[in-house]
Nanobody
């Protein structure tokens, strides 16, 4: 069974940077997309960013545009989320997930397989 494993979370001061990684245990069809979501305490899980395994198109939540960058390394079956200028409100558990073609990448329901998450804490 395909597994997604996130890493790279941690504690960082406001204004700092972190890079999250999501490694997929086996190659997924190139027509699929990978997304990052996050869930803060007491809040619903929300979309952060997404990218297809092929092509260059990327998608971002308005709250992270200009600060976060999603990228992928197909050879390593890994998707990254480079986070810069972090704010305390970015504190959350970050999850990666995979979506088949034709799904709404901005919605949690568009994704069929999820990782267990990695904690990101931004101190003020």
């Amino acid at each position: 069974q395909v597994q997604l494993v996130e890493s790279g979370g941690g504690l960082v001061q406001a204004g700092g940077s972190l890079r999250l990684s999501c490694t997929v245990s086996e190659r997924i069809a190139s027509s699929y997309a990978m997304g990052w979501f996050r869930q803060a305490p007491g809040k619903e899980r929300e979309f952060v960013a997404a990218i297809w395994w092929t092509g260059t198109r990327t998608y971002y939540a308005d709250s992270v545009k200009g600060r976060f960058t999603i990228s992928r390394d197909n050879d390593k079956n890994t998707v990254y989320l480079q986070m810069t200028t972090l704010k305390p409100e970015d504190t959350a558990v970050y999850y990666c997930a995979t979506a088949p073609p034709g799904r709404d990448l901005y919605r949690e329901s568009g994704y069929t397989l999820w990782g267990h998450g990695t904690q990101v804490t931004v101190s003020s």
